[in-house]
C-alpha cells in the first residue's frame, strides 16, 4: 500500500497525492461528498492531535497517543484508497491532467462501495477515539 502520508517524523505529516481533495462537485453524488468532508475532517483531527503531541512522539515513540495517531493515518490511507477504488480515480494524478480536466469526476464502481464504507467507519471510530484522547 503506498501511503499518502509520511510516518509520524519529527515535522508535521503531510498530505501527498490525496485525490480526493480534487474531486469536484460535478459527477459527485452526495455519497462522495460526504465521504470527501469526512477525510477532511480526519485529516484535521489527525493533524491537531499531530501538533498537539509532536515533542511526546519524537521522545517516546510508542506512546499510546503516538500510537493512536499512526493508527488514524493508516486508517485514513484506507480510507483514501477506498475512495480512489470506489471511483475509479487515477493514482496521485499529475498537475496537467488535473488542470485539463479541470479535477476529477468520480466514476461509481458499485462493487467498492461496500469496503468503502467500512473503512469510513473504522476510520470513523478511530478517529473518535483519537479525538477524546487528545482532549
Aim: aromatic share 4%.
Amino acid at each position: 500500500m503506498r501511503h499518502k502520508y509520511l510516518a509520524f517524523t519529527p515535522g508535521l505529516l503531510l498530505l501527498a497525492g490525496c485525490a480526493s481533495i480534487f474531486i469536484t462537485a460535478t459527477g459527485c453524488a452526495s455519497f462522495v461528498n460526504a465521504s470527501v468532508d469526512t477525510l477532511a475532517a480526519s485529516h484535521g483531527v489527525i493533524t491537531t492531535a499531530q501538533a498537539q503531541n509532536l515533542s511526546t512522539c519524537q521522545k517516546v515513540k510508542d506512546a499510546s497517543i503516538c500510537l493512536e495517531i499512526n493508527q488514524a493515518v493508516d486508517a485514513q490511507n484506507a480510507a483514501i484508497d477506498g475512495l480512489e477504488a470506489y471511483c475509479q480515480l487515477p493514482v496521485e494524478p499529475d498537475p496537467a491532467t488535473l488542470a485539463a480536466q479541470g479535477g476529477l469526476v468520480c466514476n461509481a464502481n458499485p462493487s467498492a462501495k461496500a469496503a468503502f464504507v467500512a473503512e469510513l467507519n473504522a476510520l470513523g471510530k478511530i478517529v473518535g477515539a483519537l479525538k477524546a484522547s487528545a482532549q
